[in-house]
């Protein structure tokens, strides 16, 4: 491996991947779209390098150990980004959200989830062809469809004057909860992954114990970070430390209970939250992130991304992929959110609030990518792409239209 | 390659690596040569490293792919670090710091690496020996004792009150000149290193040439960035694509023109300096750097640290750069100051502020190091460390003892 390439491809990922961010930005889509879609023209872009040529060979073509260390700082990426989401977790907040968030969280998760899951079996062929790896598959997918992403959703409530409603804080807390739902279901999923469906049983004693380690072992750090920010308040070597807890328990997650390192790194995050360091912390790791390894994340999904398969067919499976994750939170939501106290239309206001993904899916599909056993054919890569697009663009209208209405 | 592997490497050096820079910091040391320790330290205790036992499987043993990733990460360090000092460069102070500076940085670079090529020579069995490797293993070692690090200087005078005065002014003046030379210094060897000494001639035209293109293509960047900062002042986006820039610059410094990598990131960040928006890029420079990469840099320099030739002789070596490395400085800045007005103690202040190395000191260790021919055997690596320690002590010591007489 040559390191001095690495340089260049940084260089260029950073440029091409910002830039196609900033383009997305301007068209109304989120920055994260822009940046995947820099990421598949770099992609297929590589296919015409040439070393002979002037021109073509700045096209960039890493080559398998290349990959791999991109690889690496795509995964550093995606787990400072789950990291920053643990350490802005309101815990106090979460515990007062009350019994209707929580049901409709539930209902959030599990719904799009069993929608994504039997769509993608009945797509792969119906039940009478069922295999293991193809349940697996499916369970993956579905669980793609389970993390609301609430910053658009935030966004457009303020700007309408409604966060503070009781539709508004109903959603955002709903949303909070949602998170750690799709981690633990995540967590589920990768270890079942590890173990196969016929060691259920051990699998959620896997998952369980990583949390009583989480638990466990996040007393006793959180003791000591509080201890350090007394003693050196706002020190630089309390971001340090803070990363080296991340890397460690998502080092743990995955070597010793089968749980995805995203899991670790978001649990190593509400160790760390509600300190009074907690926001300095999270604003360098959020600008280390920011600056290098979450454009890279971004971009290498898109780099990385197989276009094999692409065809009629899986434009027909994207469609039915995004039909049912917006149908799904809609249902979901609303569904739960109806006996409490809402009527119709505030109920499916929850529900479309509800509906917006965003990188959150991304490391979902990140992490459990390798769960796709190559004969089921199925990389929903890119139909996540066009969900993230398609409900990012769809969630404000549906907000601003049902809040139009008097009676919400 | 297991990338998990990676995420439990990184918690480890950014744990100890940042615990022994607080140490030695703490006991008055430089924190780079604590962190460096600290990789010395991990590197020894990745040999009792054991699968087998449950204590002992936790010592960090990267194998050879692993190391090539921490190597990406650390060769990032040393190039953001480098950034980030021709970030801080003052270019119009820089021509203002007159004659006596200049004169005393460049009598500052040259003696020193004067010195450190004889003294090397000498060791390795003096002239008769003479061969063309041995040559270039001196002239590498000399470059070494180039760079001043200016910051423990700097420190004393401000607690001395006397970073106003003429002699404090020449100081910081001559240590920041000596940076750019040091950085010449360094291309010119390195350059040496890609074409031979045969090849003379060519070599000084590449490293103009990386210079002309430097500068060239920097008048352009600089255009756009001062378009943009005055258009978005303030925004990430200019600190990614000025990271895209550093990148770029070191690819084409060391791809096109032989030249090391920093010397192409250290051009981008004069580019890039005096700006509006310089300070704003420069901080969530250093903060990223300062919070994953830096850290990583020194502490793999310590793990990748060879003791094969460590004994009596290396000792004796290390007394002699040392030796060399210190009053190289004193002498040829002493010497040069001495003409401008200065009286001998004055001129001998001026002398002890600029013994003091750093982390450039390591950083041209790490562009130079695969110049070492193994057959010559010296690396020079602890003699480095141990003059980083040595001149950080010393330097306070004495210029707090010059300044204490009344005279100066």
């Avoid at 960039?60 to 791999?68: G, L």
């Avoid at 060691?199 to 959180?222: E, V």
Wanted: proline content about 2%.
């Amino acid at each position: 491996m040559d390191i001095i390439n690495i340089f260049y491809y940084l260089a260029i990922i950073l440029l091409f991947g910002k830039s196609f961010g900033l383009i997305a930005r301007k068209i109304g889509l989120p920055q994260v779209a822009g940046m995947v879609i820099a990421g598949v023209a770099l992609g297929l872009l590589s296919r015409f390098h040439s070393d002979d040529n002037f021109f073509l060979r700045f096209f960039i073509k890493p080559n398998d150990e290349e990959m791999n260390v991109l690889h690496v700082f795509s995964q550093i990426g995606v787990v400072m980004i789950l990291f920053s989401s643990g350490l802005e977790t309101n815990l106090s907040q979460l515990k007062q959200s009350g019994l209707a968030a929580s049901l409709i969280a539930l209902a959030g998760v599990l719904v799009p989830m069993a929608f994504g899951t039997l769509g993608c079996l009945a797509f792969m062929g119906g039940f009478s062809e069922y295999t293991q790896d193809k349940l697996l598959n499916s369970i993956f997918v579905g669980t793609i469809l389970s993390a609301t992403s609430v910053g658009i959703t935030a966004e457009t409530l303020k700007e309408l004057g409604k966060i503070n409603s009781k539709v508004g804080q109903t959603i955002i807390s709903a949303a909070i909860i949602d998170d750690v739902l799709g981690i633990i279901a995540l967590s589920v999923v990768t270890s079942i992954k590890h173990g196969g469906i016929g060691q259920i049983g051990i699998t959620l004693l896997k998952t369980a114990g990583f949390f009583a380690f989480a638990i466990g072992l996040g007393i006793l750090t959180r003791l000591y970070f509080k201890w350090e920010e007394n003693k050196f308040p706002h020190k630089r070597r309390t971001s340090i430390f803070a990363l080296a807890l991340c890397f460690f328990f998502a080092f743990c997650a995955e070597r010793f209970f089968g749980i995805a390192a995203i899991t670790g790194a978001y649990m190593a995050g509400i160790v760390l939250s509600g300190l009074s360091d907690t926001d300095f912390v999270d604003k360098k790791i959020e600008m280390s992130g920011y600056l290098l390894f979450s454009p890279i994340f971004f971009t290498y999904i898109g780099i990385s991304a197989d276009f094999e398969g692409f065809g009629l067919s899986y434009l027909l499976f994207s469609v039915i992929f995004i039909v049912l994750g917006i149908t799904g939170k809609i249902l979901g939501c609303g569904l739960a959110a109806k006996p409490f106290g809402f009527n119709v239309k505030e109920s499916a206001t929850v529900g479309c609030g509800m509906i917006a993904r965003g990188e959150v899916a991304l490391a979902v599909y990140a992490a459990g990518s390798a769960l796709i056993a190559p004969e089921n054919g199925i990389d929903p890569l890119i139909a996540t792409i066009l969900l993230i697009v398609t409900s990012s663009i769809l969630c404000p209208i549906l907000l601003k239209a049902f809040f139009k209405e008097k009676s919400v």
